[in-house]
């Protein structure tokens, strides 16, 4: 009964209330004069530099004290490893994090930054699963999932509740798409307080297994996902694809060349710092693929390599 | 009776009455992780980029439409050049933009965007001044100093009034020093919004004049000022002196390395593009050389080159 369990707009009103103490408010940007008709919600600004700090308080925090004592454990290389591990330590209590070997020091110092304590592994996906579930065994930890869970989908809708009460209805809401759960939060929330909205995800052509799965109804595998936006790298779940299909108006997918163009506009014109995944909407904007006088985009994160930026040669 | 020019309170907020449809309320960012106690008034955000805005709209809109019409004059190869450039076209009159030669061509592109007519001249103080006058002769135009004007500088206060509605008063507000019409529109602000908070600028060793001029009394001249901070390399007038000893509490230097930590610890940590001589007061607190547990200060503009960031060997 799978479908019981997926979460809803209360859901996300809930979590709403549950995180407010632990994440910004973050500011919409923008500018008439070099994006027309565009509004930016700027979770780049947000803790951690990226949305993941949405989803990761609310699984945290909704979990029961005699539950949440025995810690929580994730694999992962990205956003979301950082965002757990600061979450638990908000909550007092352990995070597990399984990393690949390989992985960017820099991601492993945000981990520990917020004393995480990281589990290197081999970098497949099998070897991530086996130890991650080895961990939980030991430690009788809870997995928090990067994006196949109920409460993080519950959590990341939050930053569209919070854009609908700082904006108009736009024609159109753009979301980068990896897992699908920054895309099915936000629809979610979207077929609510913006019934008449379009929700597009937008994928790298590079890495396009939403855009096959969405389209065709069955799940597609991302075998040798080639990306600059790596943190759309991912596929989607079971789970989020069939939140995809009940919300989603559609997904189109974008060039590399759009993704560094947009990257560096954003950075040049916007004046934040932006990665590449975040960049995807504005790349579909870029090569035409949106239709809509007004649109609004979540620009996800800002988690970025400042010593070789991503159109640097 | 130039006394009786200079602005006050009552300026700052007729200006922020007048340049509101003009300009952004920008966000107010902070970081209890990184950047404990510290606010940012992201004006790195604002249109052209710049606080500039504030000040060349408040100056150009505060013109009888008589005086508009025969346009304005300017000589500058920063920021200011570009927001008197938008100030005019959004008031549909002509801007007269005088630069040096060898002014980086993103300047000039920016004055260009906005429809500002460019004359070049050698690279001089006398020779910008002599063409400025003569321009101003021939069109009839108004010159808009960029900080040795009453209204630039009430327009510049307006930052500190919004930031002042946005925060409670913290110990201290840091604002960077270079012609000083912002530090002196802050410290009037300030006086009256937070009478009991210290403002203190906050200039590069490297181009210390207003602090030599703030602790003598005495107008020093800025003869080869060499620091990265390149919108901070002017010098006080005896106006913006005058202020400044009125309002000002302190006036504190920074080494090169401080400013060039503190622009990529901006970029890195709260995710916003921005110049150097936005990051000096960071600096200073970088340095330990500002006491208080809770310090509001101006980022004061985003404009850097992005494929030779400051920071790049």
């Known amino acids: 009964m799978a479908d019981q369990i997926d979460p809803g707009f209360a859901d996300i009103v809930t979590a709403a209330a549950r995180i407010a103490p632990y994440v910004r408010r973050t500011p919409v940007l923008a500018d008439e004069v070099h994006f027309p008709g565009l509004a930016f919600k700027c979770e780049n600004l947000q803790a951690v530099g990226a949305f993941k700090a949405r989803g990761a308080c609310n699984a945290v925090f909704a979990l029961s004290e005699a539950v949440a004592r025995r810690g929580v454990v994730t694999h992962s290389s990205g956003n979301h490893?950082?965002?757990?591990?600061?979450?638990?330590?908000?909550?007092?209590?352990?995070?597990?994090?399984?990393?690949?070997?390989?992985?960017?020091?820099?991601?492993?110092?945000?981990?520990?930054?917020?004393?995480?304590?990281?589990?290197?592994?081999?970098?497949?996906?099998?070897?991530?699963?086996?130890?991650?579930?080895?961990?939980?065994?030991?430690?009788?930890?809870?997995?928090?999932?990067?994006?196949?869970?109920?409460?993080?989908?519950?959590?990341?809708?939050?930053?569209?509740?919070?854009?609908?009460?700082?904006?108009?209805?736009?024609?159109?809401?753009?979301?980068?798409?990896?897992?699908?759960?920054?895309?099915?939060?936000?629809?979610?929330?979207?077929?609510?307080?913006?019934?008449?909205?379009?929700?597009?995800?937008?994928?790298?052509?590079?890495?396009?297994?939403?855009?096959?799965?969405?389209?065709?109804?069955?799940?597609?595998?991302?075998?040798?996902?080639?990306?600059?936006?790596?943190?759309?790298?991912?596929?989607?779940?079971?789970?989020?694809?069939?939140?995809?299909r009940q919300y989603v108006d559609d997904i189109v997918v974008v060039s590399e060349d759009s993704i560094l163009a947009a990257t560096r506009l954003l950075f040049d014109r916007l004046k934040v710092v932006v990665e590449p995944s975040g960049a995807v909407p504005l790349a579909a904007v870029l090569e035409g693929k949106v239709a809509g006088s007004s649109i609004a985009m979540i620009l996800t994160g800002g988690n970025v390599d400042l010593d070789r930026l991503p159109w640097a040669k």
């Open 81 to 244: 490893a950082a965002a757990l591990a600061r979450a638990a330590s908000l909550r007092g209590v352990p995070a597990h994090i399984v990393m690949p070997k390989g992985a960017p020091s820099i991601k492993r110092q945000a981990v520990e930054e917020w004393g995480g304590r990281i589990t290197i592994c081999e970098p497949t996906l099998a070897a991530r699963e086996a130890v991650a579930a080895e961990l939980c065994a030991q430690t009788g930890g809870v997995l928090v999932h990067p994006y196949d869970d109920p409460e993080v989908i519950a959590g990341q809708g939050t930053a569209l509740l919070e854009l609908s009460s700082e904006l108009t209805p736009p024609d159109v809401v753009l979301v980068p798409v990896g897992g699908g759960g920054l895309l099915a939060g936000t629809a979610i929330a979207a077929r609510t307080c913006w019934p008449r909205v379009r929700v597009v995800g937008v994928e790298p052509a590079g890495a396009d297994d939403a855009a096959r799965s969405w389209a065709t109804g069955v799940l597609q595998p991302q075998l040798s996902p080639v990306t600059v936006a790596d943190g759309l790298r991912g596929a989607l779940s079971a789970r989020t694809l069939r939140l995809a």
